[in-house]
């Protein structure tokens, strides 16, 4: 099947950079009211590959008068109607593309930085690169540029940008290009990289600009787009108080050097959400206390911008980094700040600032040569997994390489790096209905191997350390290379490089225990942290141990606790405190006696597009990114039948042979993340099988938000069957 991407461009002023020269405008032609040639409005275009540009292709002049124009200089805001719309470009791509500008011709000096502006709007919020080109080479931004309906200035520098050499393949993929600096003394084109266009989008006047504020403008400030962080809340009061916390969770642990231990981690009043925020607490007594909330970092308060994914770093010069994702409103941006007294109860921080684009997570690391290297993501792209490394303390930071997860592996990437013993560089990712992928890089991180699967896990962020022995540590849920649920939490220690682990120091033994984030003192006590229960308990909780610990598989060391608590929320969940109403307004099973008798007569085949095919067996898992099993309070009829055994998130089958097929799902009002109402939408019946307990929690706990009816269908051959979290799909 085709699909058609309109792409609207159209004239509208920008608002160069104060006191910058602008060196080059493009300006696209207003409206004449027919179709016309794509080479008319002054832009470029090439699909997929770099064959010939489409200069052919046509396009829609629409809603406005007039034959085209060049109106130089313009003068008049984006209101003014006769600037204010362009064409309609109407084409069946099914790849990317490239779109540019007229030829221009803007020579630089050794040094000098060029400003690149432009306004832009999408009705799907599709990313776009920034794109240069420079001595006839094609330079792609990594940061994307996607905005809402509403029209926002887009504003990036070419000396500050981080980017990647366009390699124009079959499919026209951006970012299997390599990291690169754009070097050359003329640029001769600016345009826009767009991987996938699901909508209409508005890219609108070009400017390029130079001169001194231009330059003065090109920092990673640039990255806020404008927005100035508002100051950090010492005094967080009432409002961030134990009672306003309804989740919190994804915690990071940093010990100064003279012992002090630092906690950080993020909260809210829902869940992950545009109400997030980061805050800190501290321990003066080796986290045998721990204070109250020190400080919170809240961008905007009730959004749209958050942050989240705080990482405490402290440096080889002693000072206390901390790191935290600002994401929401177009932005996605890692920033930081620090503090040279990190002992101290109060201690001085510098102001937010931000430091590059994307997501940082996990702590950065120091090589053997010096150099500070920290993992960064963007996520669900080619070459997300990101090293950014600096070589002046921190004080500016650029792309040194990137990692490619292969598209069916794409989750959140949560990557770590370590150095190993023969100085490669060892990268370990979070991956998808896997668990643990990794990558190798033997030459400083410029390059990587293709992430392939390295263990089994669950779908959860783990820790990967180098501790001062050279051994590796591994905070993982449950046994090395067993995925189950984010249950288990346990240590190993490496000492050939990760090849084979040892011990396995249970932490934590409950369900819903994960995130963990690690440190190392200098007499070898590690401290690690982690969540539990995030929306329900929200604990924040540390455990300490050394190595022998570990190889003992027990507490065997002075230095030995678990589950010391450092914080733990008293709000209640919204989200929680509903799906308990429910349950508690409704607490017998429902017997369903009105709904269609179950089908017995011809049973279909189906074939997984992802997991695989499991016979129904109580005890027996569900699920292979939770640890679930199957009660014996399934019915009768269903005992035996094949199940799609996969990812909790998502479901998904093609019918190799028509017949009945059956999923389980609990009801709308006794769990949120019921399917029922996409089942009805696909033409499945509930059937008058009682209402039946799927599985327990732990302790043998029945709770009537996993207790599931029966769905039913009959599809045909060649039918694909498809539903999100969750349900199970039975034949």
Request: proline residues 8%; hydrophobic residues 40%.
């Given at each position: 099947?085709?699909?058609?991407?309109?792409?609207?461009?159209?004239?509208?002023?920008?608002?160069?950079?104060?006191?910058?020269?602008?060196?080059?405008?493009?300006?696209?032609?207003?409206?004449?009211?027919?179709?016309?040639?794509?080479?008319?409005?002054?832009?470029?275009?090439?699909?997929?590959?770099?064959?010939?540009?489409?200069?052919?292709?046509?396009?829609?002049?629409?809603?406005?008068?007039?034959?085209?124009?060049?109106?130089?200089?313009?003068?008049?805001?984006?209101?003014?109607?006769?600037?204010?719309?362009?064409?309609?470009?109407?084409?069946?791509?099914?790849?990317?593309?490239?779109?540019?500008?007229?030829?221009?011709?803007?020579?630089?000096?050794?040094?000098q930085d060029i400003g690149i502006s432009w306004y832009q709007s999408s009705d799907a919020s599709d990313p776009v690169h920034l794109a240069v080109r420079m001595d006839g080479v094609w330079y792609a931004s990594v940061q994307t540029f996607s905005q809402g309906s509403a029209y926002k200035q887009m504003v990036a520098h070419i000396a500050t940008a981080n980017w990647l050499k366009l390699d124009f393949i079959e499919n026209g993929t951006l970012a299997r290009g390599t990291a690169a600096t754009p070097i050359g003394v003329k640029l001769e084109a600016v345009g826009?990289?767009?991987?996938?266009?699901?909508?209409?989008?508005?890219?609108?006047?070009?400017?390029?600009?130079?001169?001194?504020?231009?330059?003065?403008?090109?920092?990673?400030?640039?990255?806020?787009?404008?927005?100035?962080?508002?100051?950090?809340?010492?005094?967080?009061?009432?409002?961030?108080?134990?009672?306003?916390?309804?989740?919190?969770?994804?915690?990071?642990?940093?010990?100064?050097?003279?012992?002090?231990l630092w906690a950080t981690w993020y909260a809210g009043t829902v869940w992950e959400d545009q109400y997030n925020y980061v805050l800190a607490a501290t321990s003066a007594d080796d986290g045998k206390t721990w204070s109250d909330i020190q400080f919170v970092i809240d961008p905007d308060g009730d959004g749209p911008k958050r942050a989240a994914d705080p990482c405490l770093w402290l440096d080889p010069n002693g000072k206390l980094w901390?790191?935290?994702?600002?994401?929401?409103?177009?932005?996605?941006?890692?920033?930081?700040?620090?503090?040279?007294?990190?002992?101290?109860?109060?201690?001085?921080?510098?102001?937010?600032?931000?430091?590059?684009?994307?997501?940082?997570?996990?702590?950065?690391?120091?090589t053997s040569q010096g150099e500070w290297l920290m993992p960064s993501a963007m996520w669900h792209r080619d070459g997300s997994c990101r090293v950014m490394a600096s070589t002046d303390h921190g004080e500016t930071w650029e792309l040194r390489g990137t990692a490619n997860i292969p598209k069916a592996r794409r989750n959140c990437d949560e990557e770590m790096i370590v150095e190993r013993k023969d100085g490669s560089l060892w990268m370990l990712v979070r991956t998808a209905d896997y668990g643990i992928g990794e990558s190798v890089s033997t030459d400083g991180g410029k390059t990587w191997t293709e992430i392939k699967d390295y263990q089994k896990h669950a779908t959860s962020r783990f820790t990967l350390l180098k501790l001062k022995s050279g051994n590796l540590l591994l905070i993982r849920n449950g046994p090395v290379d067993e995925r189950i649920g984010r249950e288990k939490m346990s240590a190993y220690l490496s000492d050939d490089d990760g090849a084979t682990w040892k011990g396995g120091l249970l932490l934590d033994e409950r369900n819903s225990v994960s995130y963990p984030d690690a440190t190392q003192s200098p007499d070898g006590t590690i401290y690690a942290i982690y969540d539990w229960e995030r929306g329900r308990d929200k604990n924040i909780l540390m455990s300490t141990f050394r190595e022998k610990d570990i190889l003992a598989k027990a507490f065997v060391s002075p230095a030995g606790r678990s589950k010391v608590l450092i914080n733990k929320a008293s709000?209640?969940?919204?989200?929680?405190?509903?799906?308990?109403?429910?349950?508690?307004?409704?607490?017998?099973?429902?017997?369903?006696?009105?709904?269609?008798?179950?089908?017995?007569?011809?049973?279909?085949?189906?074939?997984?597009?992802?997991?695989?095919?499991?016979?129904?067996?109580?005890?027996?898992?569900?699920?292979?990114?939770?640890?679930?099993?199957?009660?014996?309070?399934?019915?009768?009829?269903?005992?035996?039948?094949?199940?799609?055994?996969?990812?909790?998130?998502?479901?998904?089958?093609?019918?190799?042979?028509?017949?009945?097929?059956?999923?389980?799902?609990?009801?709308?009002?006794?769990?949120?993340?019921?399917?029922?109402?996409?089942?009805?939408?696909?033409?499945?019946?509930?059937?008058?099988?009682?209402?039946?307990?799927?599985?327990?929690?732990?302790?043998?706990?029945?709770?009537?938000?996993?207790?599931?009816?029966v769905y039913q269908k009959e599809v045909k051959e060649g039918e694909t069957v498809e539903f999100g979290k969750w349900g199970i799909l039975l034949f």
């Open positions: 099947m085709k699909r058609t991407i309109a792409l609207a461009v159209s004239t509208i002023l920008l608002a160069g950079l104060a006191g910058a020269d602008v060196v080059y405008r493009e300006i696209f032609p207003n409206d004449n009211g027919a179709d016309a040639p794509f080479a008319e409005t002054g832009w470029q275009v090439h699909v997929g590959d770099h064959g010939a540009p489409l200069s052919t292709q046509t396009v829609r002049l629409s809603g406005n008068t007039g034959a085209p124009k060049n109106l130089e200089p313009v003068q008049s805001a984006p209101a003014n109607a006769e600037l204010a719309r362009g064409f309609l470009f109407d084409q069946d791509i099914g790849r990317s593309q490239l779109l540019w500008t007229d030829e221009c011709d803007v020579g630089m000096s050794a040094g826009f990289f767009i991987p996938k266009l699901t909508g209409k989008m508005r890219i609108d006047t070009v400017e390029i600009q130079t001169g001194a504020e231009a330059a003065t403008a090109t920092g990673p400030e640039a990255l806020l787009n404008g927005f100035v962080h508002p100051p950090v809340i010492y005094s967080p009061g009432e409002k961030y108080g134990s009672n306003a916390r309804n989740y919190q969770g994804i915690p990071g642990i940093e010990r100064a050097p003279g012992g002090r901390l790191f935290w994702w600002m994401n929401g409103d177009n932005l996605s941006v890692t920033m930081a700040m620090t503090t040279e007294n990190p002992d101290a109860e109060h201690p001085v921080w510098t102001k937010p600032a931000p430091l590059f684009s994307g997501v940082m997570l996990n702590k950065p690391i120091v709000g209640i969940n919204p989200r929680i405190q509903a799906a308990e109403k429910a349950a508690t307004a409704a607490a017998s099973p429902r017997k369903n006696e009105n709904r269609v008798p179950l089908l017995v007569g011809s049973q279909a085949v189906l074939e997984p597009l992802s997991g695989e095919l499991r016979s129904v067996e109580p005890s027996k898992p569900i699920f292979n990114n939770r640890a679930y099993a199957f009660s014996d309070e399934l019915p009768e009829s269903l005992m035996g039948k094949r199940f799609l055994f996969g990812a909790m998130e998502k479901t998904e089958a093609v019918c190799t042979s028509a017949g009945a097929i059956y999923v389980l799902t609990p009801d709308p009002d006794r769990n949120s993340d019921s399917v029922a109402g996409t089942l009805e939408k696909q033409g499945f019946e509930k059937t008058s099988i009682p209402e039946f307990a799927l599985f327990l929690m732990p302790g043998g706990k029945r709770s009537l938000s996993n207790s599931c009816c």
